[in-house]
T-cell receptor, first 115, second 115 residues
Framework: RKEVEQDPGPFNVPEGATVAFNCTYS??????FFWYRQDCRKEPKLLMSVYSSGNEDGRFTAQLNRASQYISLLIRDSKLSDSATYLC????????????????FGKGTLLTVNP | DTEVTQTPKHLVMGMTNKKSLKCEQH?????MYWYKQKAKKPPELMFV???????INESVPSRFSPECPNSSLLNLHLHALQPEDSALYLCASSQFGSGSTGELFFGEGSRLTVL
């Protein structure tokens, strides 16, 4: 099982649509979870952290299910500006084990919001 | 505007050249990272420096040599690279060491082409 696995996409949705992305992770010891957004030929930027109780930031809702090792991101009322690649990011163990945690990125899901 | 500055933005080098990528942050962050990103792929971790010490080396070939002169600077020395090393090299920082905080602040990247 890959460390972090995401919906392959791409997703093409009309403006105003609701879209959901899913992500699974393999390391049950992982403690930190994030969604990053990356625009074409730009650097990744943090969209939101994912907390155990679920969290919401405007049109974006993130949820975590530790038992199933599953993370989701819901975008409501999609805007053209939401078009980007969404990366699921999970912390894990670097080579050498111990406390050398590293952040691992999923392959990303490309979202295109159409007018 | 990103608070992590990378230079150069673009670099073209031959396989026998020696060059360096530079990264600087003035946010007082104690961890700095090098990631490599190929087109349509997620960022892949190369190195992590935590409190100016190399914390993680993801089995990167020795033709890539990281250096952390102080807590604000991170270099990546390049020597005898191969064409397949052509990629976007992203520097990132986080507030605490070893990814314990999670949020990474990325620079805009250095786009490297090896001829």
């Amino acid at each position: 099982r890959k460390e972090v696995e995401q919906d392959p996409g791409p997703f093409n949705v009309p403006e105003g649509a609701t879209v959901a992305f899913n992500c699974t992770y393999s390391n049950s010891a992982s403690q930190s979870f994030f969604w990053y957004r990356q625009d074409c030929r730009k650097e990744p930027k943090l969209l939101m952290s994912v907390y155990s109780s679920g969290n919401e930031d405007g049109r974006f809702t993130a949820q975590l299910n530790r038992a199933s090792q599953y993370i989701s991101l819901l975008i409501r009322d999609s805007k053209l500006s939401d078009s980007a690649t969404y990366l699921c990011v999970v912390n894990g163990i670097g080579r050498g084990g111990g406390s050398n945690y590293k952040l691992t990125f999923g392959k990303g899901t490309l979202l295109t919001v159409n007018p | 505007d990103t608070e992590v500055t990378q230079t150069p933005k673009h670099l073209v080098m031959g396989m026998t050249n020696k060059k360096s990528l530079k990264c600087e942050q003035h946010m007082g962050h104690r961890a700095m990272y090098w990631y490599k990103q190929k087109a349509k792929k997620p960022p892949e971790l190369m190195f992590v420096y935590s409190y100016e010490k190399l914390s993680i080396n993801e089995s990167v070939p020795s033709r890539f040599s990281p250096e952390c002169p102080n807590s604000s600077l991170l270099n990546l020395h390049l020597h005898a690279l191969q064409p397949e090393d052509s990629a976007l090299y992203l520097c990132a920082s986080s507030q605490f060491g070893s990814g314990s905080t999670g949020e990474l602040f990325f620079g805009e990247g250095s786009r490297l082409t090896v001829l």
